[in-house]
């Protein structure tokens, strides 16, 4: 005790000693003013404690004891105190771990950065660490420059951040500015009709060329300018391949890399690539009367082919279209043929005999026109397999006819089949509707109908097919989806449905669900689409032609109906009250051809179903119409249930049950079924673990000689 109160109560203090805390207040108010404000309320509280040290120590050279005690208390809390904040302050920079699953790299490397930032703030020792007398104070600075240092790696990972967002947002923007076709599209169909022309030339005309030398001499610059805009168009065409959009995933791809990978993977790639190499090069060394060379261009065959498999499709006339594809492929091949046998005269030499090509010598067979068209008649008379021409000489003359009059049968062959069915299929519906007509003239003769009614009945079918109204919708419309069939029939028949009062306001999915269950039906002159009395089941909307309200004796008329109107709509209801009941209340009868649409009661009740709402409001209009023409008996309408709705109710619920029963012996069999299978299974199960244990187990006959033994 009293070295230490002499230590302290030394009474010539040296200046150094007395120094040191000024100089390190005034270096780690400079450090501490440079870093952020996270800092301030630490600095704040160890600036007060640096002033209360001081003081301790200025008092404690007088020897006092007891006031130093104080101020180590002190330097602890403030330590303390640091070493909350510090810890504190890196809890709230720990990243959320539920945030490492989606940018787990980034902030990995965020945190590694501020790790190592630390370790190496940490590992800097101060150089005169025996000197100092400020260990705590120097230990809060360098706590604020790591947080200082933080910082910064903050707002680096904030730029990194908003120059990745930059650099997505332009790759979405060359995204939407890159040019991408449309597989479907009429710009796609106007760019095949453009290359399907360069295709179509190269494949008629370069084997042409290259066969008739005056074709090829005498319009040679032509050749040359159409040559080389063919290539021209093949290189653009290429272009617009890698720009030609696929579906993935029922979206349409955009993206310039996966187009080009999908183009480099298909067969279409590498063909381009080989019509495109430039042959024709070649020409400098040969002679530029060698169209041959450029033989590779027609290799690009599969854009034709596509071209007329688009206008196929598009076309209103495809049956036509068949028929004339059908004739042009014949007439390349006749042509190509013409001009083989041209070649192979050319080589075996003009009038060497009966087979070839005359002598040219002869100005009637030296013409161009001549040379070609006696080598196109000579091919078709040969593929056509009519063989009037002069029989072969030599053995490659009979070998080239033989192959002709093979590939002769198979072109005869597929004319006559392609044609007859091309045929078939314009005259099917022709030819169905005609089956009908045979069959009910033989059922009337039969029966022995009377001859009006037959007549009647025939000019009925001839309305129907003289107006094209022989068609089944519900026929020609199965195979298209629901929701495709319900956008066309909204498309013809909504318009005439809305007309109809008590629909009106409905709700849409309503009037989709009735579009879809109205029939076309038509009715001939003196027809009457319902009497006086009748029991209503459907209601008819009139498309085109007229009805007449007629009398009882049918003559007298009271009221003519026309496109647009309607009836029958309240007696499908089944409103409770009305005096007219279900029953019809006139005599309606066509005047002349009429089209109507029908809907049924049973349709609309059953699209009623899932609409209660709709139904309700549907009875409340229709309670409406009868209070104003007075054909309702408000007694009635407000007394109980209807027992006909009850007996409705009564049968539904026993069509279900029946259902249910059905459903259930269906059940109960396949259970019985199910638990003799597993009743079989056990019992072979138990027989082949009797089998086992009767058997003596492997091991047993080596410890028998053992036990002997013992």
């Given at each position: 005790m009293a070295k230490?109160?002499?230590?302290?109560?030394?009474?010539?203090?040296?200046?150094p000693a007395v120094r040191t805390p000024d100089r390190d207040l005034d270096h780690l108010e400079n450090s501490l003013s440079r870093t952020h404000s996270p800092c301030k309320e630490t600095w704040s509280g160890l600036k007060q404690g640096i002033a209360m040290d001081t003081r301790g120590r200025a008092e404690s050279r007088r020897g006092s004891f007891t006031r130093q005690e104080p101020a180590r208390l002190w330097r602890l809390i403030v330590s303390l105190h640091v070493w909350a904040s510090r810890h504190l302050h890196h809890r709230e920079q720990r990243p959320d771990p539920f945030l490492e699953r989606f940018h787990g790299t980034e902030l990995k490397e965020v945190s590694s950065q501020e790790s190592n930032a630390q370790s190496n703030v940490g590992s800097q020792k101060p150089p005169d660490r025996e000197r100092s007398s400020w260990p705590l104070a120097k230990n809060n600075a360098n706590t604020c420059n790591n947080s200082g240092k933080d910082d910064k790696a903050r707002k680096e990972e904030k730029e990194k951040k908003e120059e990745e967002r930059k650099e997505n947002r332009l790759k979405q923007e060359e995204?939407?500015?890159?040019?991408?076709?449309?597989?479907?599209?009429?710009?796609?169909?106007?760019?095949?009709?453009?290359?399907?022309?360069?295709?179509?030339?190269?494949?008629?005309?370069?084997?042409?060329r290259a066969c008739f030398d005056e074709l090829q001499s005498e319009y040679l610059v032509l050749w040359l300018v159409l040559d080389y805009m063919a290539d021209v168009l093949y290189g653009l065409d290429v272009l617009v391949r890698t720009r030609t959009g696929f579906l993935e995933q029922g979206l349409m791809v955009r993206d310039i890399a996966k187009l080009w990978q999908h183009y480099t993977k298909t067969l279409h790639f590498k063909l381009d690539m080989f019509s495109l190499i430039p042959t024709d090069l070649a020409y400098f060394?040969?002679?530029?009367?060698?169209?041959?060379?450029?033989?590779?261009?027609?290799?690009?065959f599969s854009r034709l082919f596509e071209f007329f498999d688009r206008t196929e499709t598009r076309t209103n006339y495809p049956n036509v279209f068949r028929i004339g594809n059908l004739v042009l492929y014949i007439l390349v091949i006749i042509h190509w043929n013409a001009c083989i046998y041209f070649a192979i005269s050319k080589f075996i030499g003009f009038g060497t005999d009966s087979w070839v090509y005359p002598n040219i010598s002869n100005p009637e067979y030296g013409r161009l026109s001549r040379k070609y068209i006696y080598s196109l008649y000579w091919s078709t008379l040969t593929l056509t397999?009519?063989?009037?021409?002069?029989?072969?000489?030599?053995?490659?003359?009979?070998?080239?006819?033989?192959?002709?009059f093979l590939v002769g049968v198979l072109i005869f062959a597929t004319i006559v089949g392609n044609v007859g069915s091309m045929i078939s299929n314009m005259n099917a519906s022709r030819a169905e509707f005609q089956a009908k007509i045979d069959s009910i003239k033989q059922y009337m003769q039969f029966r022995k109908v009377s001859k009006d009614l037959e007549t009647r009945v025939i000019r009925w079918f001839d309305y129907l097919w003289a107006n094209r109204k022989t068609v089944d919708e519900k026929e020609v419309l199965k195979n298209l989806p629901d929701k495709l069939k319900a956008e066309i029939a909204i498309n013809v028949h909504l318009?005439?449905?809305?007309?109809?009062?008590?629909?009106?306001?409905?709700?849409?999915?309503?009037?989709?669900?009735?579009?879809?269950?109205?029939?076309p039906t038509v009715f001939s002159p003196g027809d009457y689409i319902c009497k006086k009395g009748d029991i209503g089941r459907e209601m008819y909307i009139i498309k085109e032609g007229k009805l007449a309200v007629v009398a009882d004796d049918g003559i007298t008329q009271f009221v003519v109906l026309s496109d647009g109107s309607y009836f029958g709509e309240i007696s499908i209801l089944n409103i409770k009250g009305s005096k007219s009941g279900n029953r019809r209340t006139a005599n309606i009868r066509s005047i002349g051809y009429s089209d109507l649409f029908c809907l049924s009661k049973d349709d609309l009740m059953e699209a009623l179903t899932e609409y209660p709402d709709a139904k309700k409001a549907l009875e409340e209009k229709g309670r409406q119409i009868l209070m104003k023409d007075n054909l309702i008996d408000e007694d009635l309408a407000n007394a109980g249930a209807d027992p006909k709705d009850i007996e409705e109710k009564v049968e539904h619920l026993e069509s279900s049950l029946d259902t249910l029963q059905t459903r259930f012996a269906q059940l109960l069999a396949e259970y019985n079924a199910?638990?003799?299978?597993?009743?079989?299974r056990l019992s072979?199960?138990?027989?082949?673990?009797?089998?086992?244990?009767?058997?003596p187990l492997p091991y047993e006959g080596a410890l028998e000689p053992e036990t002997k033994q013992q």
């Open positions: 230490i109160n002499t230590e302290y109560s030394y009474s010539n203090p040296t200046p995204k939407k500015d890159t040019i991408v076709v449309d597989p479907s599209s009429n710009v796609y169909y106007r760019w095949l009709t453009v290359i399907a022309l360069p295709v179509f030339y190269n494949w008629c005309l370069l084997v042409c060394k040969l002679g530029i009367n060698y169209p041959e060379l450029r033989f590779n261009r027609l290799l690009k397999t009519i063989g009037e021409t002069p029989p072969p000489v030599k053995d490659e003359e009979y070998l080239f006819v033989v192959i002709d318009d005439t449905l809305k007309k109809v009062r008590i629909f009106q306001d409905c709700e849409a999915g309503l009037l989709v669900e009735l579009v879809l269950k109205l029939r199910s638990q003799m299978k597993v009743k079989q072979q199960l138990e027989s082949q673990m009797k089998l086992r244990g009767s058997s």
